[in-house]
Structure formats: structure tokens, C-alpha cells
């Protein structure tokens, strides 16, 4: 049987080239579930050839975080700065953050360690339950959280950030995943050491723009604004930004939809005897015994989801639309034979 | 009359919006001669909505910057790293350049002096001549030259980087406008110690995509590409990169063109008692003692140029097409009545 090199399967989703290379005879095109990305991308009008033809006007970028800050519930704008991407902006925070020690409420997204690795900063794994009674400089939570969708309930997430703050130290609260479910969020909440991050790309479906934000005290802001310089992000990023932050209309109708879609994909799931233990409306988190041999009889009917190097009876499933759910029903139905 | 804030007209180019604002009857589009971006840009295909709904595939911008590489002269792939961007390149140098001070070949573009100033290194500004001896850790040296087009030889650089390499010393070489005048290029040299930034958007004329790169030593762009994370740059920078890359007689075409309107706007410069000390084909320098004078009388006929903080007389011009041109003939007829 074919199989994909551990790294690829196992860092990242998305690596689809990598996937189609091992599973050279798997029917085209692949349907991509290795990731928690929308698969009906927010549309609207992209940025001009003229646009494209001269620096990003810092005025723009700072009407795209005033109109950013109305979607998020933030009061002040100049608490919301742009970044070419949620992972961008984890990256500039250990310039900004001070103090030693970083806990990392985990299982979770693999690039918080990195970030804070690369920096030399020290770095524990931390359960949510520790996290409340952690004293690290710096907490780390993602909530909802990769890839098993627990949620911290914004009062008590509010509460530990605040208590924290009193003693000078730090809580990031990595928002990536809590458009689907809003009432968690704490970006509009003005908390000393506080800092948000927040993903354009999952929701709205379109990561190839490269575009998040980070939400901090202005002071913060200021010298992450400093550190990465006038121009962050792309021409597209600013037109497709500004329109689709103003869409409630989309928005609201999507997070309905993402919770219909989410719900089938569970039905499905659960008829061919799969555990779903988690997830958000975004993806799904399955435990089996069996993950690697439903890895790779996925992979050959062009299906890439993902498995875990830590966890080895986890997959994640992205939730796929009608046609993706369908042949992934197929595909199910295939392995019973 | 009228004045732009110092901050807006000294801090960089592209500041339309903020001009328009402090000249608000000045003719409309104005034109932007305030940068050295190519007003005629590469045009090709986009990204395709399919390719914004998906993250950027590792796969795909090693594939670009194999192309790039190509284009710059570098035989080893490797040695390659896109980014979003000349500056955020830049920004990301002192996360791996070792040792502590910073020599600056100035006067030159300030952002360099700012990253590494936000390292907390500190700076010095040292003359063309006294970076020959300079035994800084670091030595930045931009080629050519902005704003003055200053060129170093590439045989004379090319041995200042060997000898300070011996010696374990780092030389950043920012060559964002040497793509029209290619002879100056290090790129392709293969020399420990020696880091080539480069641009997309400037000979490209494309500055609203952030595209750029970082050329050195393999395992210092392994710490480069660690740092930065694997979805540095987006969808449309890849698929109008790697055309824009490929495109080898719209380079040629694209050279001749630039020469050919650098030297009609030194004719019409000179015409009007204005006297170029330096530039490349993308922009020219000129000095005269009424530089505020004529920079706010340009404005208000909608045209913005680039004034500088520091050097009082100076004024830099970008280099327009042929409507540019006849208006900004036009304005400086009218200066004379």
C-alpha cells in the first residue's frame, strides 16, 4: 500500500501535492478534509490591477482594522492590528511579551510551541484544569481548541485573564476557530495582558489571502505595528477583508449553515461506527483504533484528512459541503466491503 | 498653503490618501511619483478563487522560489526564501544573524536601521568608503542605493563579503532595486556570511501583492523558513510570481523601457533647472534648495514626491510613463509664471 511520509501527513493540512504524489492513482480532484476550513468561501469583489500596482496605504490597512473591530466586538480600534495571517501574527508575539516561562494548554495547534521555542523561551504542556492555577509568564490557550473543539467558557477564560493580569502576567487567547461560535469570544474585552488572535482564513473560507489579526492593549499593538512595518498584508487581503467583516448577512447565514453540515458529517460518522469526541463546526475530531489503515483507504479515494504523530487514534475531518460529505459517504461505504 | 504632516510626506512613499487630505483641491488621480515602483507593472493571470479557498501548498512556493532563483542567478534552490516581501524580510534578519553591531552604509532607507534598532542592537551609520573597514558585525549595505542610486560594484562587494566572512562577519545586501540594472547582483554568489534581500513589487510594479525574498546560506534559510512558518506568502504572490518570474522578455523589454523614461525625465528636469544626483531607473534624486517649495507646489497640482527629514535640499522623483511625464511637465511649466 502507498503511504505518505509522516511529515507531511502529520505537520500540516493541506499538503495536497505531497498526498497526490503517494497516492498517485487516487481519483482527482482531491477532496481536502485535512483542514477546518470553510468549503464555501465567502465571494466578493478582490482587489483592482491598480491596487495591486502600489504599496498598501496604511490609512486603508487602519480602515480594514476599524471595520475588523466592529465584526469582533471591539470598542477601540486601535487595539486591532492586521497580519498576514493568524500564524503571522502568533510569530511577532514573543518579540512584544515579556517574561520567562511559557504554558501551552495542549493538546493543541502545533505553532504556539514553535513560536515560543524559537525564542528560546521555556515551554510546558499544560492541561486546561492546570492552566487555572498556572504562574508561567505567558498562558497560551486556543478555544475553541484544535483539533478537539473544547471550549472555555468566556466568564471563566475572563476571569483567569484577569487574575493573571493582576500579577503581570500574560493569557493569549488563540481565537482561530470561534467565529462558528461567537458568544466565546473575549477580543472585546479591554484586560491588561490580554492579547487575542484571530484567523480570517477558516471561516470565510479563504486562507490563500493571508489575513488575521491580533487584538492587544494599544500600547502592544503599537510596537507589534512597529515590528512588522507599514505594509503586512496584500492588496487582495485589505479589498476581500473590508467587504466580507462588513457581510453580517453571510455571516450569520454561514454559521447556521456550518452547524447543518456539521451535524450531517456526525450522522455519517457515527452510522459507520466512527466516535466523534470532539471538533467545532469547522471539523470533526474521530477516535479509532483503526487510524491509519481509514488514513490511507481515504487517501486512495482522494481523500485527505488528517492523523496526529502524538495521538495516534485521532483523525480530524474537516466538515465537507453536500458533494464532499457524499463521497466521503461513498468512501465509507467502500471499507465495509 | 496647504502642508502634508512630516510624518506622512517623510516617513515613506505611497502615502496618497494622507496627501489628497492635507490637498484637498489638488487634481485628481494624482499621481504618485513619491516611490520607485514601476508605473507600467507585469500583468498575468491571478489566483483563481479555487486557489484563495486553500492554503498556500508548501509544494507550490518551493516551486516559486526554484523559479526565482533561476531569475536571480542562484543555482541551488535552496538558497531561496520567499517572504512577504523585501521588508518583511528584512524584519525577520535579526531573529538569526548572530553578534551584536550594526554597520549602516547611509544615507539609505530607514527600515533597516528600525528592525535592527527593535533587536535592541545597536546601530551605527557608516559611509561607503568606512564599510570597506568596517568591522561591524553586521554591515547593511543597500545596492543601489536608495534614494541616491549609489552603486557598488559588484566586484568590489563581492570582496568585501569574502573578506569579512573570514572573518565570521554577516554582509546584508539589500538589492530591492537591482532587477533594472542586473550587473550589480550577488546574488548567485555563494558566500558564507552573505544575505541578499530582494523585491517583487518594484521592478514589477507590483508592490500591493508583498512578494520578496531572502537569498543565503541553506541552513540560515532553513532558521529563516522555521521563523516565518509555512504559509508566509499568498495565493495571488504565488501564481503572479512565478509568471511574473518566468518571464524573461518582459525583464529585457522592461529594462530598455525604464532607461528610456529615466532619461526623459532628466531631460525634463534639467530643462527646468533641476539637477539629478543619483538614482536608478526607477526613481532619480534631485537637489535643489527649494525643495519644500516644490514639493508642496506639486501637490497641489496632485502629484507627490518624496521629501526627506534629513536632507532638506533633496527630493526624490519617481520615474513616470509618458501621460506622468507630460504632467508633471505641465506643473512644472506652470511653477515658472
Not at 468561501?41 to 496604511?58: F, K, M, N, Q, V
Not at 449553515?257 to 474521530?286: N, P, W
Amino acid at each position: 500500500m502507498a503511504s505518505m511520509s509522516p511529515v507531511g501527513a502529520y505537520r500540516h493540512g493541506g499538503r495536497l501535492r505531497e498526498a497526490a504524489a503517494a497516492f498517485p492513482h487516487a481519483p482527482t480532484p482531491w477532496l481536502d478534509l485535512s483542514t477546518g476550513i470553510n468549503p464555501e468561501p465567502w465571494r466578493g469583489p478582490r482587489a483592482a490591477w491598480s491596487d495591486l500596482a502600489r504599496l498598501p496605504d496604511p490609512a486603508e490597512i487602519a480602515d480594514l482594522e476599524r471595520i475588523a473591530a466592529g465584526a469582533f466586538g471591539v470598542d477601540d480600534p486601535r487595539r486591532v492590528l492586521a497580519t498576514a495571517g493568524a500564524e503571522a501574527g502568533l510569530r511577532l508575539l514573543p518579540a512584544v511579551i515579556g517574561g520567562a516561562d511559557v504554558a501551552i494548554v495542549s493538546p493543541t495547534y502545533s505553532c504556539h510551541e514553535t513560536a515560543w521555542r524559537l525564542a528560546a523561551r521555556p515551554v510546558a504542556a499544560v492541561s486546561l484544569e492546570a492552566a487555572f492555577e498556572a504562574v508561567a509568564s505567558v498562558l497560551v490557550i486556543v478555544n475553541p481548541n484544535n483539533p478537539d473543539g473544547r471550549r472555555t467558557e468566556r466568564a471563566a477564560l475572563l476571569d483567569l485573564a484577569m487574575i493573571r493580569s493582576r500579577s503581570g502576567l500574560w493569557t493569549v487567547v488563540d481565537e482561530s476557530f470561534v467565529e462558528a461560535s461567537p458568544e466565546l469570544s473575549v477580543a472585546g474585552a479591554a484586560i491588561e495582558h490580554l492579547i487575542v488572535l484571530r484567523s480570517f482564513g477558516k471561516f470565510y473560507g479563504l486562507p490563500g489571502v493571508r489575513l488575521g489579526f491580533i487584538v492587544a492593549e494599544p500600547v502592544v499593538i503599537e510596537r507589534l505595528q512597529a515590528l512588522q512595518g507599514d505594509w503586512p498584508i496584500s492588496a487582495d487581503a485589505m479589498a476581500i477583508g473590508r467587504a466580507a467583516y462588513l457581510d453580517e448577512t453571510w455571516r450569520g447565514q454561514t454559521r447556521e449553515r456550518l452547524e447543518r453540515d456539521a451535524h450531517a458529517l456526525d450522522k455519517l460518522l457515527a452510522a459507520h461506527g466512527l466516535t466523534v469526541i470532539g471538533g467545532t463546526s469547522l471539523f470533526r475530531l474521530i477516535s479509532t483504533p483503526s487510524v491509519s489503515v481509514l488514513f490511507e483507504a481515504l487517501c486512495e479515494q482522494g481523500i485527505l484528512t488528517r492523523p496526529f504523530q502524538d495521538a495516534e487514534d485521532r483523525l480530524r475531518i474537516g466538515v465537507p459541503r453536500e458533494a464532499g460529505l457524499a463521497r466521503l459517504a461513498a468512501a465509507l461505504e467502500g471499507l465495509k466491503s
